[in-house]
């Protein structure tokens, strides 16, 4: 492959002012009720309207509500204001259009949950009407490219009787008997996989649950037919160019739970006959399949393993099809992880979006792969991008470190970007915002480290300020240029705040990303505590005695690491978080996870599991700690945290533990907004109280 060449496309940005800085005063953790959320952007075919859903909060019914609007565009620019499209006492979400561009379907549950489900459809053009459902339709719908057919995913019917409450909680694989099962409410349980994080209750028995199958019916209704009977789940179908196939992802082996390697494989079928094929083959996973304009080609992601990368891949297609020759790699020599792809018009190209250092933009390399383009730029994050189908407009969320994400249009070029919604414009308007400044230091190896700083709202140069240092979680993820409360909120409260990406984040590169593996806290330590050494160096009113940290789940679990091996901690707050390996091993749903982490199970890295243990130095710990779980967390679940505040306890550390209800791992992004609130007031108020702020 010819060497590659990376341009920087600089846009000729016209950009809706962000909300001024200097105002009345900073964020409180109630602002969280007037945040509105933007997301699952869908820009029509033929570009005159974009669909995208917003996210709401109701402070009164302590839920959110999400509905899908739309706005129109003329010549690529937005016209007149957008407007709630689907019914405002309804939930709306996953927009869908028509290739026509005169239909968008959407998942909404509504009525009486007759008839085929959650699938509703929405005409956009003239007389348009009432949402409705399409006889056959059981699933979010993909139209084959003439609008003749629609493909989806489902389980498929049993023609019994519905399933009871109680369904699969009773193994059927069970030794022991169960006497009357009338009177037995508890479980009964032999797979690993009875409890997944995010779902409050536990999973019944995956054996009891019919798999998920591939269907298709004409468009305008009918008798599904079932187009897959395999004994594992069928996911992400894609239409061939003419429609007579259909792509698709499954992975054989996800049944087998001792089992953590990658397996996913690309699989096609006929439209009307023939049995599926399996295109790939393992080792690794292939995922994210799409196919180019004119039929000839395929692009999709593979990752041959757990912590190596992952690429874009295209390969050639015969008439039937089926692969002709062998996948093509496009980034083996790029560094960063490529999302998901979609072709541009020409075929000449493909466009994801990716992470890079503290940004996310949009990227296109050409199918020969010697050249990626960056489209986007700034210091900002990309994300839910989508395009026309002429190629000529993109439409995609942004947010920056002072706002919350917006709907813009671009040109495909990324020559004019406009911003078309300003949900949170209002509100902002009354907020203080102070800018996340960045910051850059070396450690031993020469490593480069990225972070960035916030200044307190009401900082007068000359004072004395503590800070508070923040840690992801992970540690596969990153900080970066978008919208974080919680850091405003401890900025209002006269803190500096300190946020870092030590080795271990993604977007800085394969190597940078797995450099703390296996095992987490040592390497990724040296990277937090030089980050103090250098913000204490630049900001010299940061007071050094008055330093706290905090974080969640990784982030949780070096917050009690670093107050367990380090002094230089005066308060923290330590969230979803890990005192002892070993025992969470054996109660998170995460065991792929811990077991590429630490180079094995516990008893294979017996050592490695204990030595990075905080539980194992919590006699060391001075700093007062509140402890923050959710009850339902399955991720990393709340007996850590028991553990580790009894160990406090104990020791006449103060500490305090909150356990919040019905919430998983996501309490502080997905909970429900009365205890997410209630977690940002505690967090504020913890470290006012044992940090204090002498100015």
Known sequence: ????????????????????????????????????????????????????????????ENRRHREIWLQELRGGRPEGDAFRFTDPTQEAS????????HLLSFQSRRGDGAGNGTTWFARVTFPGGEAYQIEGVRGAPVWSPDGAWLAYVARPETGGEEPGEREGWIAPDAVTDTLVAERFDGRVITSTRYKRDGTLSLLPHYQTQPKRQLFVVQANGGEPVQR?????????????????????????DEDDELRFTLTSNIYLVGREDGEPETLTSNPGSETAPVVSPDGTKLAFLQSRARGEPTDIRVVNLATDGSFRGLPRNLTSDWEYIPGPPSWTATGEAVRFVAGISGNSHVYELSITGDLIRQVTDGDRQVRSLSATSDDLVMAYTVTDAISPAEVY????????????????????????LQPAEPLTWSVEDGTEIEGWVVRPVDYVDGGSYPMVVKIHGGPYGAYGNRFFRTFHVLSNAGFFVLYTNPRGSTGYGHDFMYAATPGWGEVDSEDILTGIDAALAAYPDIDPARIGVSGGSYGGFMTNWLTATTDRFAAAVTSRSI??????????????????????????????????????????????????HSENDYRTPIGDGEKWFMTLKHREIPTELVRYPRSSHGLSRTGEPWLLVDRLERLRSWFVHWLGNDT
Do not use: K
């Open 579 to 628: 005192a002892d390996w070993t025992s969470l091993y054996g109660s998170s749903d995460a065991q792929g996870l811990l077991e590429f982490a630490f180079g094995g199970p516990p008893w294979e890295q017996r050592e490695l599991y204990d030595r990075l243990s905080p539980i194992r130095y919590v006699e060391n710990v001075t700093a007062p700690t509140l402890i923050i």
């Open 409 to 432: 249009v671009n040109r495909s070029d990324g020559t004019l970007q406009q911003r078309i919604t300003s949900f949170n414009d209002g509100w902002l308007n009354e907020i203080a």
């Open 228 to 252: 897959t009977d395999l004994p594992f789940d069928v996911g992400a179908p894609v239409w061939s160019a003419n429609g007579e196939h259909i792509y698709f992802t499954s992975d054989e």
């Open 94 to 101: 996953a927009p869908r259009w028509s290739p026509d561009s």
């Open 1 to 60: 492959m010819s060497e590659r060449r990376i341009v920087t496309l600089a846009a000729a940005t016209l950009l809706v002012s962000s909300p001024a800085l200097a105002q009345s005063r900073g964020l409180l953790p109630t602002d969280y009720y007037q945040e509105v959320g933007v997301g699952e952007v869908a820009i029509s075919p033929d570009g005159a309207l974009v669909a995208f859903t917003v996210t709401t909060n109701d402070e009164v």
